[in-house]
């Protein structure tokens, strides 16, 4: 069991029987027989027992004291805490996707292999991947593209923008144009921000709504954010139609693959909608007898009905199963049938692809970023361990671990 298992759960206080790990027991570790010893390391330089997961002397000030094995024994070793990694041949640990030790406009990743042979976390200096065009910046982190002078990634209240070293960041100050100072807080122009509705927050800073922007609506006479609900009926969008050299209005338009209904709603396709029992909504809005019998999707492409996982009429490795992107609580029960991975195949194809990506392992058949949340819980790190598997591992400190996260499994 791990160590951070077994840690966690005692200072929770779970009452799950968990086994005590090696480094508890005396004939391994000389301090399990002082008071408190189970939290304690033993330091051959000095003959000392030292705090386990503590950041600080006997090691660097950036490293934290844990447990290895050296053959059968417990030992104590120097390595960097979660979320960071360290330069080869040396012992200072730096903050994954920043960047750290690293020249302007590079960020220190983690490299594949998280650790070596001894343990050590390790990263190396690269440059950012190139997104479309000046307007987006690319956020290491999740590797995805973002508008600039956006929330992007960003918790609420602070702006994503190109920092003094090049590389992208989330900050907030008193000098930003963005800055709020009712709630001390950045928002991006032209959202809603902290305004009231039917304003937005406009450069100045200020809340209001003007004429001449692509946001003012007619009729209710306010302005509204872009690709919102906005003013709009269910089921709409309120966005730009066209660019038109006398001035871009939006306007409310069915959002993607819906369909304006007869009561003027918008309602997601092959789905019931206004329609009768045995009906669903089609394109152009109309409502047509639900052609398929129960267990069956209906494949548009195809104009027939198929049961779910046959392969045909998809692609190679692929076979046919519910529109996951339908929200039955919203959008009501769909009829629609989608072609999606069957048997692994697509999925081995992306955890193939994954794992020669460097700072990226599969993990339950999915690709995730190394040394990030992932696909772990709140308190949780997705990480590579010294017996080379992905596993969710506990931060330091953490007090609220989910179990179910911290099971190990092979990449």
């Known amino acids: 069991m791990a160590a951070w298992v077994w840690l966690a759960a005692l200072l929770c206080g779970s009452q799950a029987a968990v086994l005590p790990p090696p480094w ?37 000030d950036t490293q934290e004291l844990s447990p290895g094995r050296w053959g ?26 920043e960047r750290g030790p690293c020249r302007p406009g590079e960020y220190f990743a983690p490299v594949e292999e998280s650790f ?4 050590e976390r390790q990263g190396m200096c690269v440059r950012p991947q190139q997104c479309a065009d000046e307007t987006l910046i690319y956020w290491p982190a999740d590797g995805k593209c973002y508008y600039r002078m956006s929330q992007g ?25 963005h800055y709020w100072h009712a709630d001390s807080s950045c928002y991006p122009h032209y959202t809603r921000g902290p305004c ?8 100045g800073p200020r809340c209001g709504c003007e004429t001449h922007l692509p946001h003012y609506h007619n009729e209710t006479a306010s302005c509204y954010e872009l690709d919102s609900l906005g003013p709009c009926p269910r089921g709409h969008t309120f966005s730009i139609a066209e660019v038109a050299p006398y001035g871009s209005r939006a306007e409310c338009r069915c959002k993607s693959f819906h ?27 109309r409502c047509t007898k639900v052609p398929c019998g129960r267990g069956r999707l209906y494949v548009p492409s195809r104009r027939r009905c198929y049961r779910p996982g046959t392969p045909e009429p998809c692609p190679a490795g692929e076979v046919v199963a519910f529109d996951f992107d339908a929200r039955p609580a919203v959008d009501g029960l769909s009829h629609n049938g989608v072609c999606a991975c069957g048997n692994g195949a697509c999925s081995r194809r992306d955890v193939e692809a994954c794992s020669t990506r460097r700072g990226t392992a599969p993990y339950n058949g999915t690709c995730h970023i190394l040394n990030t949340q992932g696909p772990c819980s709140a308190q949780a790190w997705l990480v590579r361990d010294n017996t080379n598997n992905i596993r969710c591992q506990c931060r330091p400190g953490s007090t609220n671990c989910d179990e179910d996260a911290r ?5």
Not at 116 to 119: D, E, F, L, V, Y
Not at 154 to 164: E, K, M, Q, R, S
């Open 407 to 411: 099971q190990n499994t092979k990449s």
């Open 196 to 203: 009231e509705k039917g304003q937005l927050f406009l450069p």
């Open 259 to 285: 369909a304006r209904a007869a009561d003027g709603v918008c309602y997601r396709l092959y789905t019931r909608g206004p329609c009768a029992q045995d009906e669903m909504i089609a394109r152009g809005g």
């Open 116 to 119: 070596n042979k001894r343990g």
């Open 153 to 177: 990634p960003c918790f609420p209240g602070a702006i994503l923008d190109v920092g003094d070293d090049g590389l992208a960041n989330c900050s907030c100050t008193t000098s930003s144009p």
């Open 72 to 97: 059968g024994r417990t030992i104590a070793e120097c390595k960097c805490p979660p979320g960071t990694a360290q330069l080869p041949h040396t012992n200072n640990c730096h903050k994954l996707f």
């Open 24 to 60: 508890a027991d005396v004939k391994r570790n000389p301090c399990a027989a002082l008071p408190r010893g189970w939290l304690m390391l033993y330091w051959p330089k000095d003959g000392k027992c030292y705090t386990i997961y503590k950041k600080g002397h006997p090691c660097a």
